[in-house]
T-cell receptor, first 114, second 115 residues
Framework: KAGVTQTPRYLIKTRGQQVTLSCSPI?????VSWYQQTPGQGLQFLFE???????NKGNFPGRFSGRQFSNSRSEMNVSTLELGDSALYLC?????????????FGQGTRLTVV | AQKVTQAQTEISVVEKEDVTLDCVYE???????LFWYKQPPSGELVFLIR??????QNEISGRYSWNFQKSTSSFNFTITASQVVDSAVYFC????????????FGTGTSLTVIP
């Protein structure tokens, strides 16, 4: 059974640009969540998508957005990049029902903003 | 308010020693779930164990064991006979039923096992 796949693994962008990250969950999983990991703030929840609908959102500015496709693959977009957006972005795939199952994480996309 | 606290930032042990990682959580939910994840240098968070709030039975799984105590809101994790491959950052996480699949993570404990 394939795990969670995130692409690309590494990305270098310039301030002001925008970026799109991709996540393919485990087959059959409909929930995809995104987390930002930085040395200063740790792991912070961005948002969760379930069956193409955003079900929950963390405390991030509107520059951070996402979507989910009918095959459960998800994309995360960050517009007008700032230096502080440099982080490891992790995607988590989860089965049903909510809450009582573990989440499986991808290896992440390491974004560097210069 | 921070919901998961891992007071130990870094721990070093000599191989074959036992090590316990501490986790204290805060929640108002009566039904919630606690997890431990391991993050090796590759970056991927690897699931280790899960415990439901309504099941306080402590278990052992191979070299891993955990001690869940609702009275003190603690969910400690022990590695027995540590190995060099156990070196990683360990995260405790909380999931509440009223916030769906959102995980609240602690700040992590970096474990170094010295050969």
């Amino acid at each position: 059974k394939a795990g969670v796949t995130q692409t690309p693994r590494y990305l270098i962008k310039t301030r002001g640009q925008q970026v799109t990250l991709s996540c393919s969950p485990i087959s059959g999983h409909r929930s995809v969540s995104w987390y930002q990991q930085t040395p200063g703030q740790g792991l912070q929840f961005l948002f969760e998508y379930f069956s193409e609908t955003q079900r929950n959102k963390g405390n991030f500015p509107g520059r951070f957005s996402g979507r989910q496709f009918s095959n459960s693959r998800s994309e995360m977009n960050v517009s007008t990049l700032e230096l502080g957006d440099s982080a490891l972005y992790l995607c988590a795939s989860k089965g049903d029902p909510p809450g009582n199952t573990e989440a499986f994480f991808g290896q992440g996309t390491r974004l560097t903003v210069v | 308010a921070q919901k998961v606290t891992q007071a130990q930032t870094e721990i070093s042990v000599v191989e074959k020693e036992d090590v316990t990682l501490d986790c204290v959580y805060e929640t108002r939910d009566t039904t919630y779930y606690l997890f431990w994840y391991k993050q090796p240098p590759s970056g991927e968070l690897v699931f280790l164990i899960r415990r439901n709030s309504f099941d306080e039975q402590n278990e052992i799984s191979g070299r891993y064991s955990w001690n869940f105590q609702k009275s003190t809101s603690s969910f400690n994790f022990t590695i027995t006979a540590s190995q060099v491959v156990d070196s990683a950052v360990y995260f405790c996480a909380l999931s509440e039923t009223n916030t769906g699949n959102q995980f609240y993570f602690g700040t992590g404990t970096s474990l170094t096992v010295i050969p």
